[in-house]
């Protein structure tokens, strides 16, 4: 009797083994502090999957003191690609060797490709994510003028989200002053006019007139019992009010802006667009960006998150 015998591979252990992790299977990462909570593995495992693609992503805390190690430790284990997230966006930059337009009009890195010949690009893909945010949830900014709060790491994707929308303009408030003028300073044009704003100006009520979108870039909101920084007394019916906060799913900004009647949407469009550009950015295809959406949500609600 052979040791050796013959027996039919199932349908199910030829796709197990095609999901099987090997030596040639590609490594995907997100970099940040903390981590532990990112939606983005869920998302990006269930873009490669779709894709037939032999490769994982994982998320992998690192301490900002361990930032310049973790690149080194990227660039050196030939690892695919990397996101980088909160704190880490602008600390990584030195340790790349260019940044794609984009990152380096915001001085913010969320993207790391590796080039063909090993090069580390930094890119930012956040202002992409925000403006397919926009366009999924019908927001036309073309000509119209915003209103933005917040002027951390997130704010100049936005910013630059309404710049290449074609919106004619944005006033910025942020708690520290000095932010908001270097952002206003950064982005200010004749064709993009920004302009930073005192809480109390006295203009506040015409500002409120005059604006067709307002957008909370800050990450008040995050916890329960947050007073948003908007004034939602003025919001009225005809404004369009965007958290780029997803958890909570809606925020209080969001919860009283929609019983104002305003069209209001939340940062998850954003995440999941910023997150399919990053993919294309990588594999150089068209990400499948149904699946991440469906994928994502199905983590926040296993996560207890929705
Ligand atoms: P940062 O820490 O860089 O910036 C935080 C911003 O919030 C600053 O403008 C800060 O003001 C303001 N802020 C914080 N606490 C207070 C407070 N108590 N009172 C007044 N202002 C306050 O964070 P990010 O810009 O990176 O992120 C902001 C939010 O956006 C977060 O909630 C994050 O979850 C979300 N986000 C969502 C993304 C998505 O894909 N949907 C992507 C990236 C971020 P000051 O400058 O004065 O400190």
């Not at 966006?89 to 060797?97: E, G, H, Q, S, T």
């Not at 090993?118 to 397919?132: E, I, K, S, Y």
């Not at 003025?234 to 780029?244: E, G, L, N, P, W």
Request: aromatic content about 6%; charged content about 25%; glycine content about 10%.
């Amino acid at each position: 009797m052979s040791l050796y015998k013959e027996k039919a591979v199932s349908a199910e252990e030829k796709s197990g083994r095609e999901k099987m992790i090997t030596g040639k299977t590609k490594i995907y990462s997100v970099i940040g502090f903390p981590v532990e909570h990112s939606a983005s593995p869920a998302l990006h495992n269930a873009a490669l999957e779709a894709l037939g693609l032999d490769a994982r992503y994982v998320a992998l805390t690192v301490k900002p003191e361990d930032v310049a190690d973790a690149v080194r430790g990227f660039r050196a284990m030939g690892m695919g690609g990397l996101n980088v997230t909160v704190p880490h966006k602008r600390a990584v930059i030195p340790f790349l060797d260019s940044l794609g337009e984009e990152a380096a009009k915001m001085g913010s890195v969320n993207t790391v490709v590796r080039a063909e010949d090993g090069r580390l690009v930094g890119h930012n893909t956040d202002a992409a994510g925000f403006l397919g945010a926009l366009a999924h949830h019908g927001a036309d900014v073309a000509g119209k003028r915003a209103l933005v709060y917040g002027a951390g790491g997130a704010a100049p994707a936005v910013l630059r989200a309404l710049q290449l929308g074609g919106a004619a303009g944005a006033h910025v408030f942020n708690r520290t002053r000095e932010k908001a003028d270097a952002l206003a300073d950064l982005f200010n044009c004749e064709s993009f006019q920004v302009k930073a704003e005192d809480f109390s100006s006295p203009e506040i009520d015409t500002l409120y007139g005059n604006a067709d979108i307002i957008i909370n870039a800050t990450s008040i909101g995050l916890r329960e019992g947050d007073t948003p920084p908007v004034e939602v007394g003025k919001i009225t019916s005809r404004h369009t009010v965007a958290d780029i906060i997803y958890n909570p799913w809606e925020t209080a900004l969001l919860r009283e802006a929609r019983q104002k009647g305003a069209a209001v949407f939340n940062g998850y469009e954003m995440l999941v667009r910023q997150a399919a550009e990053a993919f294309t950015l990588w594999t150089g295809k068209e990400a499948p960006v149904g699946v991440m959406r469906e994928a994502g949500l199905d983590f926040l609600r296993k996560t207890g998150k929705l």
